[in-house]
């Protein structure tokens, strides 16, 4: 299919992503009024606070009913709408081949809007994404298209239903290239442009340009220029947020494995989970006036940008009480994203640390709104690794460009130190622990995410070691057939005899096992093309037995294919002219 087809495509893509992204948030506004106040309206500004809930303290119980109905609804219809949304979409491209089923866009959105609307502490960005890329990947399943470009459209709907979701279109397809898309190529970068453009400008002619959060302009001034004591405290935030950053992928993955783990039946766990995020919730109401850790927290960030908040042990306890929320919320199994909780985090941290340093140089130029704006970054850039998402979101969401000095110093800082601590971010780490790893460096090129099984060499025969060669020369074509050697129940050797030059007398005297090369890895077909090869050059091996995925140490039997040179060089150019 030609790229102006696919840019075609990617226009519908976009379209769709822009109308899922505006029905997405009235369909929260709508469960939210119900949930909080028993009223029916499409009206919510999630910018500002709320009134207190009539049902006083029973407001502790609105999480668990929320949590009960979408516990039901993912077992019943669709596992992969659990969590947060993005590590899905990312073990559908590097492990299912970008297949995303279709009715994941459905029940996500059901299951995310009840998730915020009820209070669990979670974000509409996992979810948006995981509804463009069901859809992109649906569609381009339809059309029966090759893999790359199921993949293309898949990471278009995803970074087309970010960038409506935030009114953000460059960050959206900074968020496809840095985190989704295996190759950044003009075949795979331009349907993305294409796809986020268009959801933007629907979104923007239904729901109006303004940017995602208010910001005043007295954090730095137009024209300012920034200053030393600035940079050093910027520098100093990015060390701190790569510390929370770290903090946060951690607590997560263990909330997760802990409820998973529990034995607990689902439903009860969901009601434990859920009935503590309600009382940390009505605590703050208590104390502050506010719930603040309930839903998306936009409000919260909001005031923290207007100067409202400016004491730095609410701000650090608002931090706390986020991150602990935000971590039951999506262990106990609700539905929704990282990224709201992140820009939550970062602008409570990152204001505490503007309003100590304002104090500490009452002269230097230095406010919390200016360092929440900075923590936003360097809080999603630490947790997420997307660093260029990260500092282009957060000037689009605020349309302040004068922070982008300090804001690039601490989102690289943030970024380096949670990277020192583990490899893994917040979207990686629960596919890795789970023996699903993607790579690190995610812009490989795009054939490295197919399957064994559909690169190996199939033309093989499995012969005893002990048989000699002249006997086996009688049974396979030398320059076609491959053989494995083995030693009756355990895979021994390979051999390739149009690599060894003939030598009659030699062979005469021989047996397999005494020629057969032992440089070669075990692959499962599962495996991708990039955990094979990464694999087969740490071990400085040439080759690659592919066996069925299997408990135990492979038998012969279970061996299906052979992955070489000739192998991964077809990959490739299949890849680039198929």
């Known amino acids: 299919m030609t790229l102006k087809v696919m840019l075609v495509l990617a226009l519908v893509v976009g379209i769709v992503a822009g109308i899922g992204a505006i029905f997405f948030k009235y369909l929260i506004a709508v469960i939210y009024n119900l949930a909080f106040y028993g009223i029916f309206t ?82 509409r960005e996992g979810p948006i994404i995981q509804i463009g890329s069901s859809f992109g990947s649906t569609f381009a399943r339809a059309l029966r298209l090759v893999q790359h470009q199921k993949i293309t459209l898949l990471s278009a709907g995803a970074g087309a239903g970010i960038a409506a979701t935030f009114n953000t279109p460059l960050g959206g397809v900074l968020f496809a290239s840095e985190v989704l898309l295996p190759e950044v190529s003009t075949r795979t970068f331009l349907p993305v442009v294409v796809a986020t453009a268009t959801s933007t400008y629907v979104y923007r002619a239904v729901m109006g340009v303004e940017s995602a959060f208010v910001v005043p302009f007295d954090g730095l001034a137009q024209g300012h220029v920034v200053n030393g004591a600035e940079l050093i405290l910027a520098a100093l935030l990015g060390v701190l947020m790569g ?59 909001q005031d923290v940008l207007n100067g409202g908040l400016t004491t730095a042990g609410l701000l650090l306890l608002l931090f706390a009480g986020k991150l602990i929320a935000t971590c039951v919320s999506l262990g106990a199994g609700a539905s929704g994203g990282i990224f709201s909780p992140s820009l939550f985090m970062g602008a409570t941290l990152g204001g505490a640390v503007g309003v100590i340093g304002e104090a500490l140089f009452p002269g230097a130029g230095i406010t919390p709104t200016t360092f929440a704006i900075i923590g936003m970054g360097a809080m999603v850039g630490g ?49 890795r622990n789970r023996g699903k790893p993607i790579p690190v460096d995610r812009t490989t090129n795009m054939f490295l995410v197919r399957q064994a099984s559909e690169v190996m060499y199939r033309d093989f025969v499995v012969l005893p070691g002990s048989m000699t060669v002249t006997d086996a020369l009688k049974q396979i074509e030398v320059h076609k057939t ?8 355990r895979i021994t050797g390979y051999v390739r005899f149009g690599t060894i030059p003939y030598q009659a007398d030699r062979f005469a005297k021989q047996t397999l096992g005494d020629i057969a090369s032992t440089e ?35 038998r012969p039997e279970d061996i299906v294919g052979i992955i070489g040179r000739e192998e991964i060089a077809n990959a490739l150019v299949r890849n680039h002219y198929g």
């Open 482 to 489: 491959r053989v494995i050697t083995t030693d009756g129940n």
């Open 520 to 554: 070669y890895i075990i692959a499962s077909n599962g495996n991708n093309l990039n955990t094979v090869i990464t694999r087969m050059n740490r071990r400085n091996r040439t080759y690659a037995i592919v066996v069925r995925e299997t408990r135990g140490l492979p």
């Open 42 to 123: 499409l009206h919510l500004d999630p910018n500002a606070y709320g009134p207190p809930s009539p049902w006083g303290a029973g407001i502790v119980l609105v999480p668990v009913i929320g949590g009960l109905v979408v516990v039901w609804l993912v077992r019943s219809f669709a596992p992969e709408a659990k969590g947060h949304g993005v590590p899905e979409v990312m073990f559908a491209i590097y492990h299912q081949n970008g297949n995303v089923r279709g009715i994941v866009a459905l029940v996500k959105s059901l299951a995310s809007a009840i998730s915020i609307g009820t209070g669990a502490s979670v974000g």
């Open 243 to 301: 510390l929370a950053a770290w903090a946060f992928v951690k607590a997560l993955a263990r909330a997760e494995d802990l409820f998973e783990e529990s034995g607990i039946n689902p439903y009860l766990q969901n009601v434990m989970g859920m009935l503590s995020v309600g009382l940390l919730g009505y605590g703050f109401m208590l104390f502050t006036g506010h719930y603040h850790v309930y839903s998306v927290g936009y409000s919260t960030i």
């Open 383 to 431: 947790a997420t690794s997307a660093a260029m998402t990260a500092i282009v979101m957060i000037f689009e969401m605020t349309r302040d460009y004068e922070i982008i000095l300090p804001l690039v110093l601490s989102v690289a800082l943030a970024i380096g130190v949670r990277r020192a601590l583990t490899t893994a971010d917040i979207y990686t780490i629960k596919l």
